[in-house]
């Protein structure tokens, strides 16, 4: 099992900017797809983005293209999410997740994932 630890989160204005960092345990963590989720109060679970172990493949859900961007650092175990444009809908707890497997499948889909972190609040004030 991989270990993930999240930060970065905050409080931040509508239309700021706030850069997640997700640090793994694994030292194969190069070998791991990785992926971001959210989830706001009340509601389900929600797939944000996602890249290959290569950083050659990236997937975001329609909500965040083009405002987030997924990227990784094989050499420092780290995958970032940098957040630009944000709405108040973007609040929530936002999750890092890592499956050994390439990217392919229901990767949008939480279940998919094998390794999650703990989660780290976004609330993004209008």
């Known amino acids: 099992q991989v270990q993930l630890v999240e930060s970065g989160g905050g409080l931040v204005q509508a239309g700021g900017s706030l850069r997640l960092s997700c640090a793994a345990s694994?030292?194969?963590?190069?070998?791991?797809?990785m992926g971001w989720f959210r989830q706001a109060p009340g509601k389900e679970r929600e797939f944000v983005a996602a890249?290959?172990?290569?950083?050659?493949?990236?997937s975001y859900a329609d909500s965040v293209r083009g405002r987030f961007t997924i990227s990784r650092d094989n050499a420092k175990n780290t995958v970032y999410l940098q957040m630009n444009s944000l709405k108040p809908e973007d609040t929530g707890v936002y999750y890092c997740?890592?499956?050994?497997?390439?990217?392919?499948?229901?990767?949008?889909?939480?279940?998919?994932?094998?390794?999650w972190g703990q989660g780290t609040q976004v609330t993004v004030s209008s």
């Open positions: 694994e030292r194969t963590f190069s070998s791991y797809a």
């Open positions: 997740a890592a499956d050994p497997r390439s990217l392919r499948g229901q990767i949008r889909a939480s279940s998919y994932w094998g390794n």
């Open positions: 890249i290959s172990w290569s950083g050659g493949t990236v």
